[in-house]
């Protein structure tokens, strides 16, 4: 396993400012628990909150195709369009008004990377 840490850290990194990014919102809005009724600071925790709901299963699956099979393009491939995906999704869900085709875009990317690994997964281990 070489590639997955790659995308894993970069993931990282993005789930890290995602962070920053409520942490400020919550600070700026004087909103310590919850979303106190704030549209602002509901959009920074559901774009925080969907991208730790969407992740690790993802980065889980893309390293099972890594340890299942011979095909590194696909791992680059699956972990490319996992985190292009979830930047153009939390571009897309950050914004006010909210642009719908980065968000489309960003879970069409992340349902297809869970999708693709989990055929894959399934015809490797099957179908020897």
């Known amino acids: 396993m ?22 400020r919102t919550r ?9 106190g ?10 774009v925080h909150a969907n991208f730790a709901e969407y992740v690790p299963l993802a980065l889980l699956l893309i390293y099972f195709v890594e ?9 680059h491939l699956l972990g490319a369009s996992l985190l292009c995906g979830r930047l153009c999704h939390a571009f897309g ?7 719908f085709r980065y ?5 069409g990317l ?3 990377v ?7 997964i399934l015809i490797t281990v099957l179908i020897p």
Do not use: C, K
């Open 37 to 46: 009724e704030d549209p602002a600071m509901l959009r920074a925790m559901r």
């Open 103 to 107: 968000r489309v875009v960003g879970m």
């Open 2 to 23: 070489t590639i997955v840490p790659i995308y894993a850290a970069l993931l990282a990194l993005l789930f890290v400012l995602l962070s920053v990014r409520t942490i």
């Open 67 to 75: 340890v299942t099979s011979q095909t590194p393009w696909l791992v």
């Open 93 to 99: 869900m950050s914004r006010t008004p909210e642009n």
């Open 110 to 112: 992340t349902f297809s």
């Open 27 to 35: 600070h700026s809005r004087g909103v310590a628990l919850g979303h």
């Open 114 to 120: 869970i999708l693709v690994s989990a055929a894959h």
